[in-house]
């Protein structure tokens, strides 16, 4: 009789240890893929083409359109050491006015180019959470607003286009003056009067 007990009460400790096991391995599943969506910021300080005026960043950009982003994939590949080679989100881009085109393509109302976009999010591995690298503060565009963009061919890959100057060739053009995209970019306030002109020298008016 006593042994019976006694191997019930082991029984007990065994089932609960196993319930114990099992909540604490559920508790810690339940917090991974909790942690793992999360995104966290991260600024790359990166020297860039910089322009001294507006007219010398048209001359250097062979495409000069107005349009709205559309959708946005990122784009990160890697060599065969794990290091990163490319690394940028691609936006799709449709076109609404073309400004300036001094491509090879005939782009007109409506069509749709694949822009780089200066930033990139990047599995954390093993440890949970990603992280979203940035270049020089640059932020995405938002598919609610409107943009003018200054763009030069990329040399890699022919049906992409690399925004000239990073933050100096891309412009909220919704919003007029300060629209808050340009917080923290390099030369923050030359950002703005380069929007201010170009806005002026294309005749472009913000809704």
């Known amino acids: 009789m006593k042994g019976d007990i006694t191997n019930m009460k082991k029984n007990k400790i065994i089932i609960v240890s196993i319930a114990l096991l099992g909540f604490i391995s559920l508790g810690s599943s339940l917090w ?25 960043m048209i001359t250097f950009s062979q495409l000069v359109v107005t349009g709205k982003p559309i959708e946005s994939e990122n784009f990160v590949t890697f060599d065969e050491r794990g290091f990163t080679v490319d690394a940028y989100t691609i936006t799709q881009f449709k076109i609404n006015k073309v400004l300036e085109n001094r491509t090879t393509h005939d782009y007109k109302a409506g069509d749709i180019i694949k822009v780089a976009e200066p ?8 440890m949970p959470g990603k992280t979203k690298f940035s270049i020089n503060n640059y932020r995405n565009m938002d598919k609610n607003h409107s943009y003018m963009l200054l763009l030069v061919p990329d040399l890699k890959y022919d049906d992409l286009y690399v925004i000239s100057g990073v933050n100096e060739g891309k412009h909220n053009i919704d919003i007029p003056g300060n629209d808050g995209e340009k917080v923290g970019v390099p030369q923050e ?16 008016k913000s809704f």
Request: aromatic share 14%; no cysteine; glycine share 2%.
């Open 189 to 204: 306030a030359k950002n703005y009067k380069f929007k201010e002109e170009l806005m002026k020298k294309f005749n472009l």
């Open 32 to 56: 991974y893929m909790s942690a793992d969506k999360k995104v966290s910021l991260s600024t790359i300080d990166a020297k860039q083409v910089s322009f001294n005026t507006v007219d010398e």
């Open 119 to 126: 930033s990139y999010v990047y599995d954390n591995g093993i």
